[in-house]
């Protein structure tokens, strides 16, 4: 992988699109499904040959993308502190399952035991996220400090709610685990925060209606 920017700013991407999804989830009920599919499939990619591949495709991050630009770019638009808190949350406990190689392998194994089980179901099949789910409380739920998620009580309390932010959550450590792997760390948010904006632009030119962040 030559370009370690370009595969860092992916790895990001992918991690505030899964976490945007929690918080739409969270506050609203719902989330567009094309970006948890995204997030999702990409838990299930444990041995790919490049950054992209375990998203698909760019188009797929194109929510994450747009996410990443607007955080990055302070002098048009506003942060997110609540999704920025989340970020550097997902990116701790990634940082904490690195030391615990037992959970590690139990969520490899688990992930490709549901994959064995379930390749015939689309990474959206309410069967695929409650083993997704089961697998974030059996292993990185197990980790403190635990993410508390806000938002409405009304959808926090459905059980198909809880279990699509858990497996999204998941996928959150799937993309840090990613960022971690490019050589990522979180000083490289404040000190090189032009280069991943610069990479954000770039992969935002290639997709199909070459939106800007």
Do not use: C
């Not at 998203?55 to 999704?83: A, F, H, V």
């Amino acid at each position: 992988m030559s370009n370690v920017w370009h595969n860092r700013t992916l790895a990001l991407a992918g991690i505030l699109q899964a976490l945007h999804s929690v918080q739409q989830i969270a506050r609203h009920g719902n989330a567009p499904t094309d970006a948890i599919a995204t997030s999702l499939a990409s838990v299930f990619k444990m041995n790919p040959k490049t950054a992209e591949d375990v998203y698909g495709n760019i188009e797929g991050l194109s929510m994450g993308l747009r996410l990443l630009g607007q955080q990055l770019d302070r002098k048009r638009y506003r942060t997110d502190p609540e999704l920025l808190r989340y970020l550097i949350n997902i990116m701790y406990l990634e940082q904490r399952l690195r030391k615990r190689p037992k959970i590690l392998a139990q969520i490899a194994e688990q992930i490709k035991h549901i994959e064995q089980q379930m390749e015939d179901f689309s990474p959206t099949h309410p069967d695929v996220i409650a083993r997704l789910a089961d697998t974030y409380v059996n292993t990185i739920s197990t980790l403190t400090p635990r993410i508390q998620i806000r938002g409405e009580e009304t959808h926090l309390k459905q059980p198909e709610n809880i279990e699509r932010v858990r497996a999204l959550l998941l996928a959150g450590i799937r993309s840090a685990v990613l960022w971690r792997q490019m050589g990522g760390n979180r000083l490289h948010l404040l000190f090189h925060s032009r280069q991943l904006l610069y990479e954000t632009h770039m992969l935002l030119k290639r997709l199909p209606e070459a939106g800007a962040a």
